[in-house]
């Protein structure tokens, strides 16, 4: 199974060759990052994660959470 996917304006762009493991988290530091109630997160290994296009610049948002987003869209 691959999955690909990407950002909105397709700056950021990956493959994944595993199933992911999807999940719900309402806590304070996704519904801050998110704008919403919760955040629907989306775990793979990492060993079957490809970028093909730009890979996402990453900001600490805590002390256990990085998130990734792109700087041209998002």
């Known amino acids: 199974?691959?999955?690909s996917g990407g950002c909105l304006c397709g700056r950021v762009r990956f493959?994944?060759?595993s199933e992911p493991g999807v999940h719900y988290c309402h806590c304070d530091m996704c519904r801050r990052a998110t704008g919403s109630a919760f955040a629907v997160l989306a775990w793979v290994p990492?060993?079957?994660l490809t970028w093909?296009?730009?890979e996402?610049?990453?900001r600490r948002s805590s002390p256990i959470?990085?998130?990734g987003f792109c700087?041209?869209?998002g």
Request: hydrophobic residues 30%.
């Open 1 to 3: 199974m691959t999955v």
């Open 15 to 17: 493959n994944v060759r």
């Open 46 to 48: 990492s060993q079957s």
């Open 52 to 54: 093909t296009g730009a």
């Open 56 to 58: 996402p610049n990453c």
């Open 65 to 67: 959470a990085q998130r």
């Open 71 to 73: 700087s041209a869209c």
